[in-house]
């Protein structure tokens, strides 16, 4: 058999290897359960945001948890509210459910997020929030990994 030939017959072999494993991978599944719901259900427990946020906002963990790794999380606060100047370890990436949420990354130009606006921060980076009047606001926030609020100095 000529070079050629084998590295095309051990192309093929390992090709084929491959699609069977990741087809066995596909077919074990998984343990962890599918979930869906809103920020008004029922069995939500909401708890006080990190003590560097002003009193009237709440937090409640959706999946994951925030002290060991990635978690998903909607947060909630009350119209006219301010998140101060703040980073987190993790990048975020969020959608807001409720309300009009004005964000500004420093350096940046502000954003405001409506009812199904996605908006990404990087990790560390210093941003502050505003609800703003006309209702409260409930943001998705998933993380990367554990979560943290460090209040920024400028």
């Known amino acids: 058999m000529n070079k050629r030939i084998k590295i095309v017959s051990l192309s093929a072999v390992m090709l084929c290897c491959f699609a069977s494993s990741s087809t066995a991978v596909a077919q074990q599944g998984t343990a962890e359960q599918a979930i869906s719901g809103t920020p008004k259900d029922a069995q939500l427990k909401w708890s006080p945001c990190p003590a560097i946020f002003p009193k009237g906002c709440e937090v409640t963990v959706l999946r994951g948890n925030p ?3 990635p978690s998903d999380v909607f947060l909630r606060t009350p119209a006219n509210y301010k998140l101060p100047l703040h980073w987190h370890t993790s990048s975020e990436r969020m959608i807001l459910v409720a309300g009009e949420l004005h964000v500004t990354y420093e350096g940046q130009k502000p954003a405001v997020l409506r009812p199904g606006t996605y908006a ?7 941003h502050q929030a505003r609800c703003a ?3 409260p606001c409930v943001l998705f926030i998933a993380f990367d990994s554990p979560i943290d609020a460090v209040l920024a100095t400028n």
């Not at 990404?120 to 210093?126: F, H, R, S, T």
Request: zero cysteines; a positive charge; aromatic letters at 8%.
């Open 67 to 69: 002290a060991d790794g």
């Open 120 to 126: 990404y921060g990087p990790a560390k980076a210093k």
């Open 133 to 135: 009047n006309r209702g």
